[in-house]
Nanobody, 128 residues
């Protein structure tokens, strides 16, 4: 079992920055990738970014590319999502998730069903 705890969300003005954290505990040795997803009310869960757990492969959705940066600290078992130049359309609950699929360590995995463990989420609200 793996436990994930997100933090760092908040309410900000458009153009501001936030850094989300995803702290993992438990059996993280089977982790191949960590992804960030977001979900707005009434919308489907949407892929934001992912990073291979032991490598440097990173992927971003087109909507956040150039503004968001995903990184990891394997010593702290923590993955970060640095979000710059936030826009009102970034408003959503943000969730991190762990994939147990080996191919996700090097290739893009953007489907929620490719991720086995999920955190409870942290809310990001961006006002104009």
């Amino acid at each position: 079992q793996v436990q994930l705890v997100e933090s760092g969300g908040g309410s900000v003005q458009a153009g501001a920055s936030l850094r989300l954290s995803c702290a993992a505990s438990g059996r993280t040795s089977d982790t191949y990738a960590v992804g960030w997803f977001r979900q707005a009310p009434g919308e489907e869960r949407e892929f934001v970014a992912s990073i291979g757990w032991s490598g440097t492969s990173t992927y971003y959705s087109d909507s956040v590319k150039g503004r968001f940066t995903i990184s990891r600290d394997n010593v702290k078992n923590t993955v970060y999502l640095q979000m710059n130049n936030l826009k009102p359309e970034d408003t959503a609950g943000y969730f991190c998730a762990i994939s147990l699929y080996e191919h996700c360590s090097a290739y893009l995995c953007f489907r929620p069903n490719e991720y086995a463990y999920w955190g409870q989420g942290t809310q990001v609200t961006v006002s104009s």
